[in-house]
């Protein structure tokens, strides 16, 4: 069995590190993970032939030789490895967690430190137990500064990562509700998040707190360094001064001026702040901040404005849990338009409380007046309504490719299972 610091050693000579026979390149380390539909120990003999220079195995039927590498356990392995290039690393390590709007944030922040700063951060949304190693594995020696996005469903899994991440710094955007099957309740989630905290307070961390939130305060207290964010008293003070179609802020203290976005709805103003406070610790130039920011284009459908033939459509399909979904229907009920659809897949995750959290969420699209209302799948089938049902995207696509709606807004916004996206399709 190879140990880390040998392991180590051909990594540096090969850092290139790979989980997927598909993604491949010639020099790559291939580590096979095992899952519950699949063993990637298999794959070893192909991941060589693709080109891979070794296969990290834990199964020593797949043995090659001179070209398998055999471990105790694929996934411990990647991740120690992973903690152990970390450790070869003196730069700051920026932790971001959160219920919504990490990736945002995340994105935002690197944009900003990108301007000034040898910066890497995590690719998309690989925030997991893998993709945590993953990002960390690609960090090299040239590097200023690190962004690590950290998404968990349970207790203890924020925790875990910092132990592979060991963050210097770190940002909890918010707890809400989500992952609550997970999670128990809002008081687990806090729990869940707050272990970012709770290391930046073992080893004399410093975290960006978002002032308003009486909680973040509450679950920051005690960390040795505080950089504080907020609509009033804190180091950097911004309130919005436009949100009809994009975000803008005019900052009041710690920054001049006013910052205009490509993002869309007022609940991004918390990550427009965070970035824009993180630039200021770590003393990026204004302009710079100001620039990156407003350079700065949403992708991978969150809250993205586009337009499809007539009709305008806000995309914000890439996950959805009560509090982000409470949010996006109020922002969309007050941004300017006529024809409003909403087109809302169901919510994952919620655990005993989902059918409630669904009837709640029912309550708050009977507040405003719509063109029409588009419920797709989940528990929005058993929640009682008199709004459209639709078993899938599929069929919701169908009726609205029947219906053919002309100048239309659209709000699409739903968890990642239901694909809500697919509706472009048939528009």
């Known amino acids: 069995m190879m140990n880390i610091e040998d392991l180590y050693k051909i990594y540096l000579q090969h850092p290139s590190v790979q989980t997927d026979t598909r993604r491949l390149q010639q020099g790559d380390l291939f580590f096979a993970l095992k899952g519950s539909n699949f063993n990637a120990n298999e794959f070893a003999a192909k991941a060589v032939d693709a080109g891979a220079v070794y296969a990290i195995i834990d199964d020593r039927r797949y043995n090659i030789k001179g070209k398998t590498i055999l471990v105790d356990d694929v996934l411990a392995a990647l991740q120690q490895l992973a903690k152990h290039h970390r450790q070869?690393?003196?730069?700051?390590?920026?932790?971001?967690?959160?219920?919504?709007?990490?990736?945002?944030?995340?994105?935002?922040i690197h944009a900003v430190l990108s301007s000034t700063f040898k910066t890497y951060t995590t690719e998309g949304n690989l925030n997991n137990h893998i993709g945590v190693p993953l990002t960390i594995l690609k960090i090299k020696q040239d590097a200023d500064i690190a962004v690590i996005e950290m998404g968990a469903n349970h207790l203890k899994e924020i925790a875990s990562y910092c132990e592979i991440a060991l963050p210097t710094h770190g940002l909890i955007t918010n707890c809400g509700k989500a992952h609550l099957e997970g999670f128990g309740s809002e008081e687990g989630v806090r729990k869940g998040k707050g272990e970012l905290f709770d290391h930046l307070r073992a080893h004399q961390g410093a975290a960006f707190v978002m002032w308003d939130y009486i909680y973040l305060r509450e679950m920051s207290n005690n960390i040795s360094h505080r950089y504080t964010y907020g609509t009033a008293d804190a180091k950097v003070v911004g309130n919005i001064v436009a949100s009809s179609q994009f975000l803008a802020a005019q900052f009041s203290k710690?920054?001049?001026g006013t910052?205009?976005?490509?993002?869309?709805?007022d609940y991004n103003l918390p990550n427009l702040l965070a970035a824009v406070a993180v630039g200021k610790y770590f003393k990026v130039d204004e302009e710079?901040?100001?620039?990156?920011?407003?350079?700065?284009?949403?992708?991978?459908s969150r809250s993205q404005l586009l337009q499809k033939n007539s009709n305008r459509i806000i995309l914000d399909a890439y996950?959805?849990?009560?509090?982000?979904?409470?949010?996006?229907?109020?922002?969309?009920?007050?941004?300017?338009?006529?024809?409003k659809i909403l087109a809302l897949g169901a919510m994952a995750e919620l655990g005993a409380d989902?059918?409630?959290?669904?009837?709640?969420?029912?309550?708050?699209?009977?507040?405003?007046?719509?063109?029409?209302?588009m419920l797709v799948g989940g528990d929005f089938m058993k929640t009682d309504h008199s709004y459209r049902k639709f078993s899938s995207a599929a069929e919701a696509g169908e009726w609205l490719q029947k219906f053919q709606p002309r100048?239309?807004?659209?709000?699409?916004?739903?968890?990642?299972?239901m694909q809500m996206e697919r509706l472009l399709d048939y528009l």
């Open 88 to 108: 070869q690393l003196n730069i700051p390590f920026i932790g971001i967690t959160g219920s919504n709007g990490k990736t945002t944030t995340k994105e935002l």
């Open 254 to 256: 710690g920054f001049e």
């Open 259 to 265: 910052i205009q976005t490509n993002l869309v709805g």
């Open 288 to 300: 710079k901040i100001k620039k990156s920011i407003e350079n700065y284009t949403p992708t991978n």
């Open 319 to 339: 996950n959805a849990n009560p509090s982000s979904m409470k949010a996006a229907i109020e922002n969309f009920a007050k941004t300017d338009g006529n024809e």
């Open 354 to 373: 989902s059918l409630k959290e669904h009837a709640t969420i029912v309550k708050e699209i009977d507040k405003y007046q719509w063109k029409d209302v």
């Open 407 to 417: 100048n239309a807004f659209f709000l699409i916004k739903g968890s990642r299972s």
